[in-house]
């Protein structure tokens, strides 16, 4: 087609293609035009600043974080089972809510991790049970056409028979492909109950190191309790193999909601050191080197004698006092009689006598 | 771009650096002096950017004539070849320099050329102006101080003269 000068009013492509700049020429003049237009209006090209790269790094990545971090919640929130692809990304959200939890309630956050991990694997084993369920009723379903069809008509033609092959071919890869699956899902459950046991034994070292009191540790203990009884035969199979944690568990969570009642029946004398804060009933802590058999029985029909030697934290003063408890266990002092000093530490001698 | 602003002085060089060179290669009919030419006049926009007031017109009517007396003040000094007087020589050299050393192309670079030697200056430079650095009527109106009407009769003058010399196209 012939180029129309009177209608576009400029040269044909060919001929202005004759009078155009070489490409080289226009590339270095834009550069110095550039560099001498910089130098003259004190401007920074901010594309090729390391700032403007260091910023552009820094966006990038805060996006990156920011989507992970977006993505990772959402897992968590959701309670993503384990075999979901966002799995790993709940498990970095725990990791990240452990690092920035306080102490204090560490323990009762592994608790909670702990009881979705067993809820995990037992989600897991009911998939598990499931799927052999409808596995083994395929599979008889199978068997029972392939009979049928073969008492049917025996005299069945060779293409018919290798269809049957391709059925059978069939059939055994997808047992193998289902068969191996079973085996990373085992390995998922075995690495999960790996991870439970990791959190309950952690769980209860954090509640040894930050010293839970009170509904912090009925709260800590109800938890670890409900977790494991909620546990399937992998979890107990779990601890039964490691039951160091179990036996901490009984020690820390066991101790503590008996104390108060308990009376060392075997060694009735022994010398307990205790806090108390301003109240006139004292209850003594076993701290007697765990020597003889605790029990409630211990103290009944003896009557509890006991010297109290204390020193008033606050004010320094000093004194002795004595003191008895008919019922064995439980040891009345009043207060007054040692010191208006809201926090003291006491010596107590206790001496368990017939009544 | 009179404020320091880099991106906008990067859009002019790259919408208006082609044409300028394209502009003084057909006044001048050297590849070296449009080159030259070209450098030197973006590094005076620079340093003239100053004086452009926006009030009196558009920048691109100031830039086409800052361009002319930079070509005005050149021939004065070198005394030049316009276009049409381009040589031979050039045009083969022109034709390397495209990597197009097609016989058709050449044949009707001279025949053009042969024409343009018919017009008179005023014409060439509208030709040149309005075909080669393609500058809108406006512009070049502002730029020779004329009227776009007298420019737009003065133009379809020129393409009578086309028509009767290029019958079958050019």
Known sequence: MEFNIFKKEKLPRAMRKLISPRREFIKNTRMRFLAIFDAHYHVHDRSASPFVSAY???????????VTLGASVYADTQNVPADNPLYSLKRLNESVQLVFVKPENKPQLRMRLAARRTEEIVNLEQEDANNLVTTTSTASGAGNASSASSTSSMSSTSSASSTEKINNRDTIDGSNKRSSKKI?????????????????????????ESDLKDERLDDFCGKLRSTIAASSSVIRREFSIHSEALRRFERKCGEEEGSGDENDGGDPNATSTLDATSTNRFRIRNQRDGKGEKGDEGGKGKRFNSNLNFESRSSGKAGTTTSTSSDGNTLNVDSSTITSASHFRVNVNTELEDD | ????DRKAAAAIYDELAPKVY????????????????TQELFIKLIEKIDGFDEERGRFTVWFWAVTRHMLIDFYREKKATPFSSFTEDAVEGMMIDAGAPNIDDKFRYEKLKDFLKTLSGDERELFELRYVAEVPYTEIAAMLGKSEGSLRVAVLRIKGKIRKEFKDGI
């Not at chain 1, 998922?188 to 991870?195: E, G, M, Q, T, V």
């Open chain 2, 22 to 37: 394209g502009f003084i290669f057909t006044r001048t009919s050297s590849k070296e002096v449009a080159e030259d030419l």
């Open chain 2, 1 to 4: 771009m009179k404020k320091g």
């Open chain 1, 184 to 208: 990373d899902r085992s390995k998922l459950i075995s690495s999960l109950a790996k991870d439970l046991h990791e959190e309950i034994d952690n769980s209860v070292k954090d509640a040894e």
């Open chain 1, 56 to 66: 552009k790094i820094g966006v990038a990545l805060a996006v990156f974080v920011a």
